[in-house]
């Protein structure tokens, strides 16, 4: 079955440590890979896409994520991580052709020490 | 820039009352989606709209629930007789067109059913 995984449900890491979140997808072919963010009380906001190209993309508040088919992955990073990216991360994927329906993970929650 | 809006941002509700969650799309958007997070779980694909009809739903969108575009910028979201494991939050989505991947997603709607 179609499936989005994030292996960690909560990380905690110290402000200006290094993140790196998993994500890894079980389909036919390579889907359209997504990053999300939610912070308390709002929704849901797109932080960085791959659709192919290039496999290390970069998106917005400073995160990047690579692509690795061969380990169908598609890992969220940030090398200095700030108080204010405390949130829910969640990884998603559209199946190519399949409706653009997005099919999310259970997301991963950061915690920021300070 | 453009949003998505949703209404009300928390409704609370008794057991088998009918609910209506309000969105309004971006206005140029075609695509339309409802998404549910029950607390602690992934976000889940429920319904898409294109084109004034249903084009998907999932296994979640029984009889109970329906989706409406009444007038040329709102979609709602109807529950008919809502039951305890409805709560949970309701996101609006739209998509540009069928080209486009990306999702703009509302800040969603916490539902109580009590």
């Known amino acids: 079955a179609q499936s989005v995984t994030q292996p960690d449900i909560h990380i905690t890491v110290s402000e200006g440590a290094s993140l790196e979140l998993r994500c890894n997808y079980s389909y036919g072919a390579t889907p359209y890979l997504f990053w999300y963010v939610q912070s308390p009380g709002q929704g849901l906001q797109l932080l960085l896409k791959?659709?192919?190209?290039?496999?290390l993309v970069q998106g917005i508040k400073g995160f990047e994520a690579e692509f690795k088919r061969s380990q169908s992955s598609f890992n969220l990073r940030k090398p200095s991580v700030h108080w204010s990216d405390a949130a829910e991360y969640f990884c998603?994927?559209?199946?190519?052709?399949?409706?653009?329906?997005?099919?999310f993970g259970t997301g991963t929650q950061l915690k920021v020490e300070l | 820039e453009p949003e998505v809006t949703q209404t009300p941002s928390h409704q609370v509700t008794q057991m088998g009352q009918e609910v209506i969650l309000r969105c309004v799309p971006i206005?140029?958007?075609?695509?339309f989606y409802w998404y549910r997070q029950i607390l602690g779980q992934k976000v889940e694909f429920l319904v898409s709209f294109y084109n004034n009809e249903i084009s998907e739903k999932s296994e979640i969108f029984d009889d109970q629930f329906s989706v409406e575009r009444p007038d040329g910028s709102n979609f709602t979201l109807k529950i008919r007789s809502t039951k305890l494991e409805d709560s949970a939050m309701y996101f609006c989505a739209s998509i540009r067109d069928r080209g486009s991947t990306e999702a703009f997603f509302g800040q969603g709607t916490r539902l109580t059913v009590v």
């Open positions: 998603a994927a559209i199946l190519t052709g399949g409706g653009n329906k997005l099919t």
């Open positions: 791959y659709f192919s190209g290039d496999t």
């Open positions: 206005s140029n958007h075609l695509y």
